[in-house]
């Protein structure tokens, strides 16, 4: 019950962190022609705010965009796009095309998006994560990805450069060195058996961008320090490299497991971390 506890905790402050990271982008310096937001915050204590937005006409000269999050998505937009067709709005970490008029469009800490309008839907995946293409198509699937008239929504959409983006660089960093600091602090106090909760880095290697998770986002202060710019396959080798590093680590450490007793409380532990990347993508 303590894990369960604990990992619901976490999938919270995931959630928490990604909402606050994309508010702070939005309220910076929202790209294109971006209407002005109204941000309502956590959904369960604003529903009398939310339902009455829902309500408002669709009357800005140029749109408008009320946002909000809960328990499953770091942020929810109810946007009314006054514009044409395919307009492009800035939504965090990606710039979305959206159809004209109101529609709602929820961001999950997946790194997927999911665009609705009526009837009509479409799910976007821009993580380049194998299980976030997965939960893509399960979205597209469930909900058809059009209405009655068999119009499919605009679904392209821009996924912003990592250094202008806080949503999509401090997310990647909080996965990468908490755990990390964590993990080897749990080695120091209570045995290489430890280790085995470096199968974390492996989960988290399906679930979300690799290159990101392992290279391009926590590795970018070295490269700029040394001048360097990786080219794509470099980054691929790296990014591979880094998660058979950390495969051998979570070995090493089941190894060590059975050649040592280990304490209840540090299979729990590691337990955990194997079961994180779960709650921190869904």
């Known amino acids: 019950m303590l894990v369960l506890a604990g990992l619901i905790i976490v999938h919270f402050l995931n959630v928490y962190l990604q909402w606050s990271v994309i508010r702070r982008d939005l309220v910076q310096k929202p790209s294109f022609h971006s209407p002005e937001y109204t941000f309502l915050n956590f959904s369960p204590f604003h529903q009398r705010e939310i339902e009455a937005a829902r309500l408002l006409p669709n009357a800005a000269p140029t749109g408008r965009i009320f946002v909000y999050f809960d328990l499953l998505h770091p942020a929810v937009f109810m946007v009314w796009n006054n514009g044409g067709e395919g307009d492009f709005f800035d939504l965090g970490p990606v710039l979305a095309a959206l159809p004209s008029g109101a529609s709602r469009v929820s961001l999950f800490s997946a790194s997927v998006f999911l665009i609705r309008q009526g009837e009509k839907a479409i799910a976007r995946n821009f993580s380049g994560s194998i299980l976030g293409g997965v939960w893509a198509r399960h979205l597209n699937e469930k909900h058809s990805g059009q209405g009655k008239g068999g119009k499919r929504l605009p679904g392209s959409f821009i996924v912003k450069p990592l250094p202008g983006s806080l949503s999509m660089k401090i997310p990647y960093l909080v996965y990468f060195y908490l755990p990390l600091a964590l993990i080897v602090i749990l080695i120091v106090y209570s045995g290489s058996a430890m280790a085995a909760a470096f199968f974390y880095y492996i989960g988290m290697s399906f679930f979300f961008d690799a290159q990101k998770l392992f290279v ?50 540090g299979k729990w532990v590691v337990c955990f971390f194997i079961l994180l990347p779960l709650f921190l993508f869904f």
């Open 216 to 265: 391009t986002v926590p590795l970018a202060w070295l490269f700029n320090k040394i001048g360097v710019e990786p080219p794509d396959p470099w980054v691929k080798v790296l990014a591979v490299t880094m998660a058979l590093l950390f495969l051998v680590a979570s070995v090493y450490g089941l190894w060590r497991w059975k050649g040592q007793e280990m304490p209840a409380s």
